[in-house]
T-cell receptor, first 115, second 115 residues
Framework: AQTVTQSQPEMSVQEAETVTLSCTYD???????LFWYKQPPSRQMILVIR??????QNATENRFSVNFQKAAKSFSLKISDSQLGDAAMYFC????????????FGKGTKLSVKP | EPEVTQTPSHQVTQMGQEVILRCVPI?????FYWYRQILGQKVEFLVS????????KSEIFDDQFSVERPDGSNFTLKIRSTKLEDSAMYFC?????????????FGPGTRLTVL
């Protein structure tokens, strides 16, 4: 069975600095997708960034980028120029390309941003 | 921008009572999902629904749970006889057929409290 592991329960970053959140996953499949979701105190799930496993190029969305290491099964999220509004829980998630798309989530990392 | 909506935002019920959580997915989406998140824990997949039937379900989705798409727009989750441990945030999500990136759009969630 596929699993997603986030080993950092909490992280802290100074405003305007850069922070990296770690995620590893375990799968025997070659076709899959990886995501980072942000969950602010409102508890809404907001998609931050996605990565298709078949793409070698790391995904980037403005201040958010990933370091996708397929052989190592690692998918870290880098947040540059951190802002106070980035403070939230961040969940890494996996879905198989061959499934109906149900997501498997990690336990999350709580990110605090210090002014 | 189209969005997934959920009602109610908060439901309080007595143990043993039936509850129905409602979701309106994005109109041209064909895949529908329910997830739950117990406070402080990770988001867990419950069930996926496609072409008017359940396509996948998790171990959590036992006989006390059921899903329905009664009228072509609403997507409901029924819990037949609620237990204290059903207290959680319940998220509905939807995905389009053409979303090759497997992106799911989440609703704001319904917070269920079982007393």
């Amino acid at each position: 069975a596929q699993t997603v592991t986030q080993s950092q329960p909490e992280m802290s970053v100074q405003e305007a600095e850069t922070v990296t959140l770690s995620c590893t996953y375990d799968t025997s499949e070659s076709d899959y997708y990886l995501f980072w979701y942000k969950q602010p105190p409102s508890r809404q799930m907001i998609l931050v960034i996605r990565q298709e496993a078949y793409k070698q190029q790391n995904a980037t969305e403005n201040r958010f980028s990933v370091n996708f290491q397929k052989a190592a099964k690692s998918f870290s999220l880098k947040i540059s120029d951190s802002q106070l509004g980035d403070a939230a829980m961040y969940f890494c998630a996996y879905t198989s390309g061959g499934s109906q798309g149900n997501l498997i989530f990690g336990k999350g990392t709580k990110l605090s941003v210090k002014p | 921008e189209p969005e997934v909506t959920q009602t109610p935002s908060h439901q309080v019920t007595q143990m043993g009572q039936e509850v129905i959580l409602r979701c309106v997915p994005i109109s041209n989406h064909l895949y529908f999902y329910w997830y739950r998140q117990i406070l402080g824990q990770k988001v867990e997949f419950l069930v996926s629904f496609y072409n008017n039937e359940i396509s996948e379900k998790s171990e959590i989705f036992d006989d006390q749970f059921s899903v329905e798409r009664p009228d072509g727009s609403n997507f409901t989750l029924k819990i037949r006889s609620t237990k204290l441990e059903d207290s959680a945030m319940y998220f509905c999500a939807s995905r389009s057929w053409t979303s090759g990136r497997n992106e799911q759009f989440f609703g704001p969630g319904t917070r269920l409290t079982v007393l």
